[in-house]
Each structure stands twice: as structure tokens, then as C-alpha cells.
């Protein structure tokens, strides 16, 4: 029993850690599923299997010439190619019988793509599978179980896919392969705590430099809509007003700045600076 349950536990953590969006690929075929071993022909006019025995990992690229994603998955697996070479990866390209056979062979040739071309006579093996999108790639392990069904997206797809090939090489576990298929969201620079309002002061400021100072005071007024306790922002808008002649209205942005931080040297020295005109 213990054995059971350990080959149980794997076999899910296996299945875990194929994609989310296997089940958006293709209808008809689930993930742990057995694909057919069959020939199909082949785009010089022999047959070849869909499926090697002899691979650990089998990886079939489902595309169409002529369209700009599939063109970029053909270079890709043109790496993996070369990536995995001496290893038992095998990688085929599949074009639909509906396509000139010349168009295929040029997109293939165009990526540098070496190895099998198969040709899907009247769409049998798209229908049968349930694709509903181009381009995809499957992963199949030694004995055929789909492991993987990943159609293109602009995000992370190259490193998803080795993953994948490289758990059926046995090479990483499935913790792994989920690590390079959800690595941990880059922070963006819009993101970092006060990052769009310092960006928009520092805009202010070269607009202050400028001598656009009406423009300055716009964006230090949009800063502070947002976040009231910016002081840069309330210092920009002091400088702004007083170099408008503004003087009492600037002395009340930099009385603002220093009540959040009293010994602000800019906005000290901008108070110092203006004089609001006598009454």
C-alpha cells in the first residue's frame, strides 16, 4: 500500500504541474490521456510515426504556415532542437493537409527546423485530438501519456515548455516545473511603493526648469490628489506658485511640506525665498 500511495502522490504532482490551460488546447484529450501511436504522412511524400518509443519525451508542435505565432513556435522548438540534442527528445512539426505543401516547408525551413514534418490528412488528427487552437505544442511521455498541452502565449511559453520537456527526461520534479511555468511576478517600476508620484514630481521639476511653471504645479496637484503626505510634491508646488509671484500661496505648500517633515532644506528654503506681498 505505502508504494501505491506514493506512486499515487506522484502521478498527481505530475499532473499538477501541467498547464492550467490543457483543458482551453484541446477538448478531447486530457492530461495523463494515452495518444494513439499511428503514421501519418510525411511532407517529402513518406510516413513517419507520431510517437517514438524511444523518446522521453515526444513533443508535437501543431501550427499554421503563413501566421505570425506559429512562426514563432517553430523557432522555438528549432532550440529545443538544438538544446536537447543527444537526448531522447523528439520533436515533430504537424501542418494540416488544407495547407500548400510549399508553404509549410518554407515555414519550417524558415525557422531552422530540422526533423520530422507530418501532414494531418483532412484535419483527421486535429479533429480527433480537439484542438480548438493553433499553434500548440504537446509533450507525451515514453509511453504516450500527454503531459503537457500548451498553446502559445506571449508569456513565459519557452521556459514552460522545456520545463515540461525536461520532466519527462526526468531531469527536474514537478515542484520545478511549476516554479518555470509561475515564477514569481517581476515588480514593475509602476509598481515600487511611490514610484508614479517620484515620477511625476521629477516632471514637475523639469517642467519648472523649463519655466513652464503652471504645467509644474498641474502634475505636483495630481501627485498630492493621490497621496496628501507627498512632500517633494508639496515642495514643487511651492517652488511652482513662487515662480508664478504666487508668494503666499507658495509659503502655504511649503508650510505644508515642512508640518510632514520640519527640517526639509528645500522647502525651508523656498519659504525663506518668497515673500507674499503686503496687504
Same mark, same amino acid.
Given at each position: 500500500?505505502?508504494?501505491?500511495?506514493?506512486?499515487?502522490?506522484?502521478?498527481?504532482?505530475?499532473?499538477?504541474?501541467?498547464?492550467?490551460?490543457?483543458?482551453?488546447?484541446?477538448?478531447?484529450?486530457?492530461?495523463?490521456?494515452?495518444?494513439?501511436?499511428?503514421?501519418?504522412?510525411?511532407?517529402? /511524400?513518406?510516413?513517419?510515426?507520431?510517437?517514438?518509443? =524511444?523518446?522521453?519525451?515526444?513533443?508535437?508542435?501543431?501550427? $499554421?504556415? /503563413?501566421?505570425?505565432?506559429?512562426?514563432?513556435?517553430?523557432?522555438?522548438?528549432?532550440?529545443?532542437?538544438?538544446?536537447?540534442?543527444?537526448?531522447?527528445?523528439?520533436?515533430?512539426?504537424?501542418?494540416?493537409?488544407?495547407?500548400?505543401?510549399?508553404?509549410?516547408?518554407?515555414?519550417? =525551413?524558415?525557422?531552422? +527546423?530540422?526533423?520530422?514534418? +507530418?501532414?494531418?490528412?483532412?484535419?483527421?488528427?486535429?479533429?480527433?485530438?480537439?484542438?480548438?487552437?493553433?499553434?500548440?505544442?504537446?509533450?507525451?511521455?515514453?509511453?504516450? $501519456?500527454?503531459?503537457?498541452?500548451?498553446?502559445?502565449?506571449?508569456?513565459?511559453?519557452?521556459?514552460?515548455?522545456?520545463?515540461?520537456?525536461?520532466?519527462?527526461?526526468?531531469?527536474?520534479? @514537478?515542484?520545478?516545473?511549476?516554479?518555470? @511555468?509561475?515564477?514569481?511576478?517581476?515588480?514593475?517600476?509602476?509598481?515600487?511603493?511611490?514610484?508614479?508620484?517620484?515620477?511625476?514630481?521629477? +516632471?514637475?521639476?523639469?517642467?519648472?526648469?523649463?519655466?513652464?511653471?503652471?504645467?509644474?504645479?498641474?502634475?505636483?496637484?495630481?501627485?498630492?490628489?493621490?497621496?496628501? $503626505?507627498?512632500?517633494? @510634491?508639496?515642495?514643487?508646488?511651492?517652488?511652482? +506658485?513662487?515662480?508664478?509671484?504666487?508668494?503666499?500661496?507658495?509659503?502655504?505648500?511649503?508650510?505644508?511640506?515642512?508640518?510632514?517633515?520640519?527640517?526639509?532644506?528645500?522647502?525651508?528654503?523656498? =519659504?525663506?525665498?518668497?515673500?507674499?506681498?503686503?496687504?
Amino acid at each position: 500500500m505505502p508504494s501505491t500511495l506514493a506512486s499515487a502522490r506522484v502521478a498527481a504532482l505530475f499532473l499538477a504541474a501541467a498547464s492550467p490551460s490543457a483543458a482551453l488546447a484541446a477538448e478531447h484529450v486530457r492530461l495523463g490521456d494515452r495518444l494513439e501511436a499511428e503514421d501519418l504522412p510525411t511532407l517529402d /511524400g513518406g510516413r513517419a510515426g507520431l510517437l517514438s518509443a =524511444k523518446a522521453l519525451a515526444n513533443v508535437l508542435v501543431f501550427f $499554421r504556415p /503563413g501566421q505570425e505565432h506559429s512562426t514563432e513556435v517553430l523557432r522555438h522548438a528549432a532550440a529545443w532542437s538544438r538544446d536537447f540534442a543527444g537526448k531522447p527528445v523528439r520533436i515533430v512539426a504537424i501542418a494540416s493537409s488544407r495547407r500548400p505543401g510549399a508553404e509549410v516547408r518554407e515555414a519550417v =525551413k524558415g525557422a531552422g +527546423l530540422r526533423g520530422p514534418v +507530418l501532414v494531418d490528412e483532412d484535419d483527421r488528427l486535429y479533429a480527433k485530438l480537439g484542438l480548438r487552437m493553433l499553434p500548440v505544442v504537446a509533450v507525451a511521455d515514453q509511453a504516450f $501519456r500527454v503531459v503537457a498541452f500548451e498553446p502559445f502565449r506571449k508569456v513565459n511559453f519557452d521556459a514552460t515548455v522545456r520545463a515540461r520537456i525536461r520532466l519527462a527526461l526526468k531531469e527536474i520534479d @514537478a515542484e520545478a516545473v511549476d516554479r518555470a @511555468a509561475n515564477p514569481p511576478r517581476a515588480t514593475m517600476p509602476n509598481e515600487v511603493e511611490g514610484a508614479v508620484s517620484h515620477r511625476n514630481v521629477r +516632471l514637475g521639476q523639469m517642467l519648472l526648469e523649463r519655466g513652464q511653471h503652471e504645467k509644474a504645479a498641474e502634475r505636483a496637484r495630481h501627485v498630492l490628489a493621490l497621496d496628501p $503626505r507627498h512632500v517633494p @510634491a508639496h515642495v514643487l508646488l511651492g517652488q511652482a +506658485l513662487a515662480a508664478q509671484g504666487r508668494c503666499e500661496d507658495a509659503v502655504r505648500a511649503f508650510e505644508d511640506a515642512l508640518r510632514l517633515e520640519p527640517a526639509n532644506a528645500a522647502a525651508l528654503a523656498g =519659504k525663506a525665498g518668497c515673500k507674499p506681498a503686503a496687504r
